[in-house]
């Protein structure tokens, strides 16, 4: 069972606009929450992540929003530039031995068109 | 070389050939992981190495062998795979402990694309 759902496997957007990335989960004991993104031929590079015990982190353009009660977290991109085309990964974390391994979605792949 | 390398890039074997993955960190981490990605799947987590101790093995089956020789390098031996283990393998590094990394911040290597024909 998915502990970590990204429903939306693509998103197109003009440049200039807002693109929001929405991300559910399923597991209330995870700690922390983190965006991923991914170039083709290249691997994931942390973008930005968010402790339960906030509601908002923001760096820059890239916003992340996480309501607990709903279990949802959601990545703005403002305002949205065509190298921000890439896959977005949603991961989130909970304590376990000691170390915080991310649990991972299926990756939202953003096209910004010029 | 910087962060995390991974080799070969890309691997083409047949179902009942031996193989190996390497990866190799320049981060100083003391922890490394191995990842799966396959088509439209969320990025699965395979095995972890803390202090080159194992400690997650997520019920991968025993074609795939991980080694962690020191707290730099991890290998990932391929034995009579299957053409559903096509996909691409990727090798992360962390620091974990006081003084560590955000929790779950994880550096990626560039992937291994692995067929299996």
């Known amino acids: 069972d998915q502990q970590v759902k990204q429903n939306s496997p693509s998103l197109s957007v003009q440049e200039g606009r807002i693109s929001i990335l929405n991300c559910d989960y399923t597991n209330s004991m995870f700690d922390y929450f983190l965006w991923y993104k991914k170039y083709p031929a290249e691997g994931p590079t942390f973008l930005i992540s968010?402790?339960?015990?906030?509601d908002k982190n923001e760096d820059g353009r890239f916003t992340v929003f996480l309501n607990k009660s709903a279990k949802h977290l959601s990545l703005h991109i403002v305002p949205s530039q065509p190298g921000d085309s890439a896959v977005y990964f949603c991961a989130a974390s909970g304590q376990e031995g000691g170390s915080y391994i991310p649990t991972f979605g299926r990756g939202t792949s953003l096209i910004v068109h010029p | 070389e910087t962060g995390v390398t991974q080799t070969p890039r890309h691997l083409v074997m047949g179902m009942t050939n031996k193989k190996s993955l390497k990866c190799e960190q320049h981060?100083?981490?003391?922890?490394m992981y191995w990842y799966k990605q396959s088509a439209k799947k969320p990025l699965e987590l395979m095995f972890v190495y803390n202090f080159k101790e194992q400690t997650e093995n997520n019920s991968v089956p025993s074609r795939f062998s991980p080694e962690c020789p020191n707290s730099s390098h991890l290998f990932l031996h391929l034995h009579t795979l299957q053409p559903e283990d096509s996909a691409l393998y990727l090798c992360?590094?962390?620091?974990?402990?006081?003084?560590?990394?955000?929790?779950?911040?994880?550096?990626f290597g560039e992937g291994s694309r692995l067929t299996v024909l």
């Open positions: 981060l100083g981490h003391n922890a």
């Open positions: 968010i402790s339960s015990i906030k």
């Open positions: 992360a590094s962390s620091q974990v402990g006081v003084g560590g990394n955000i929790a779950g911040e994880l550096f």
